[in-house]
């Protein structure tokens, strides 16, 4: 059975049901808008928190309300919650063109396609075929907050970059960086594209730029000690 239109879901997902949240017993579109909810500045800091969607057990139809156990076929009415169903991640969502597939390593559904994607070990996350033979690895990777926006990287639904560094960030964080050129990786501020020709203006102005004649012949002696 198939819903009409587009009419149904959030801005998030398009489905065919809302969850009940296991940590405040509250009904949610999804688990974003659960997070939005609960962790806006309106709510005491001390009652902010995520959703553990892994604890999820029941659902609500969006057809019949019919509330129910996590599955993806309505136990009363027989609507299809979702096209694509993740009964690991309690996940339902209809737009099955983001090729979505879960990982077991992860532990998290995650979009692109399997067959594009494999997951590196010791980075503890899931990469581009492309970047197989060529990609630094660095101990869970992904598993910490963007140095730019603080939004955790590892379930976030925003692009991420991997920069030739091996650290990850927000795409967008990182364009936001290069319209304040800003060209260094935040956490080690290793360049991550080409400065050959910044360098060389730069060493062009210095060489261009006549030192002052009151320190053309002063020297600095530096004195070595040990402790």
Same mark, same amino acid.
């Given at each position: 059975?198939?819903?009409? %239109?587009?009419?149904?879901?959030?801005?998030?997902?398009?489905?065919?049901?809302?969850?009940?949240?296991?940590?405040?017993?509250?009904?949610?579109?999804?688990?974003?808008?659960? *997070?939005?909810?609960?962790? %806006?500045? &309106?709510?005491?800091? /001390? *009652?902010?928190?995520?959703?553990?969607?892994?604890?999820?057990?029941?659902?609500?139809?969006? /057809?019949? *309300?019919?509330?129910?156990?996590?599955?993806?076929?309505?136990?009363?009415?027989?609507? =299809?919650?979702? +096209?694509?169903?993740?009964?690991?991640?309690?996940?339902?969502?209809?737009? #099955?063109?983001?090729?979505?597939?879960?990982?077991? +390593?992860?532990?998290?559904?995650?979009?692109?396609? +399997?067959?594009?994607?494999?997951?590196?070990?010791?980075?503890?996350?899931?990469?581009?075929?492309?970047?197989?033979?060529?990609?630094?690895?660095?101990?869970?990777?992904?598993?910490?907050?963007?140095?730019?926006? /603080?939004?955790?990287?590892?379930?976030?639904?925003?692009?991420?970059? #991997?920069?030739?560094?091996?650290?990850?960030?927000?795409?967008?964080?990182?364009?936001?960086?290069?319209?304040?050129?800003?060209?260094?990786?935040? #956490?080690? %501020?290793?360049?991550? =594209?080409?400065?050959?020709?910044?360098?060389?203006?730069?060493? &062009?102005?210095?060489?261009?730029?006549?030192?002052?004649?009151?320190?053309?012949?002063?020297?600095?002696? /530096?004195?070595?000690?040990?402790?």
């Amino acid at each position: 059975m198939e819903m009409d %239109s587009g009419n149904y879901g959030c801005s998030h997902y398009r489905r065919r049901c809302k969850i009940r949240a296991p940590c405040c017993d509250e009904i949610f579109d999804c688990r974003h808008c659960h *997070n939005d909810s609960k962790n %806006s500045l &309106e709510v005491d800091p /001390l *009652n902010r928190h995520d959703i553990p969607r892994h604890d999820i057990k029941r659902i609500v139809c969006s /057809l019949c *309300n019919t509330e129910q156990d996590v599955q993806q076929t309505c136990i009363q009415c027989g609507i =299809c919650m979702g +096209k694509y169903f993740c009964s690991k991640c309690n996940f339902f969502d209809d737009d #099955v063109s983001k090729n979505q597939y879960h990982c077991d +390593k992860c532990g998290i559904c995650r979009t692109g396609g +399997k067959e594009n994607f494999f997951h590196c070990d010791r980075c503890g996350c899931c990469y581009s075929n492309l970047m197989k033979e060529s990609h630094i690895c660095i101990e869970r990777a992904m598993h910490h907050n963007c140095p730019v926006c /603080l939004e955790y990287i590892f379930d976030t639904t925003k692009n991420i970059t #991997v920069l030739p560094c091996g650290h990850t960030m927000h795409l967008e964080c990182v364009m936001q960086m290069e319209r304040h050129f800003q060209y260094s990786c935040t #956490v080690c %501020s290793k360049s991550y =594209c080409d400065m050959s020709r910044v360098w060389g203006k730069l060493d &062009e102005e210095v060489a261009s730029t006549p030192m002052p004649e009151m320190y053309q012949y002063k020297m600095k002696h /530096l004195r070595l000690t040990s402790i």
